[in-house]
């Protein structure tokens, strides 16, 4: 099992980043997904997710209308589309899968079953 975080870097406050998770060694569409944020010092916290179906998505309150959550089944990716960036959205970006029959998505870290390495976001003021 892989996933793999790509599109992260350093951007000025009130730029653009595109972040993928590219996923492989399990059936995608079984699973809902996630990312996750953590910043130095901070808890992980939920930042976006996706059913398995791509029907339902959910943000977390400091990202609601910046940030666009997507997958793509036939590459086995999920995106995260980040607009508007804040100096606060500086963090590592984990990718993660979660296994689950309703098509729903859960907001808990400690339901998902696989995790990416992650990758650096940098937003300078």
């Known amino acids: 099992v892989q996933l793999v975080e790509s599109g992260g870097g350093l951007v000025q406050a009130g730029g653009s980043l595109r972040l993928s998770c590219k996923a492989s060694g399990f059936t995608f569409d079984d699973y809902a997904m996630g990312w996750f944020r953590q910043a130095p010092g901070k808890e992980r916290e939920f930042v976006a997710g996706i059913s398995w179906s791509g029907g339902k998505t959910y943000y977390g309150d400091s990202v609601k209308g910046r940030f666009t959550i997507s997958r793509d089944t036939a590459k086995n990716t999920v995106y995260l589309q980040m607009n508007s960036l804040k100096p606060e959205d500086t963090a590592v970006y984990y990718c993660?899968?979660?296994?689950?029959?309703?098509?729903?998505?859960?907001?808990?870290?400690?339901?998902?079953?696989?995790w990416g390495q992650g990758t650096q976001v940098t937003v300078s003021s």
């Open positions: 993660a899968a979660d296994f689950r029959y309703g098509d729903y998505v859960s907001l808990l870290r400690y339901d998902y079953d696989y």
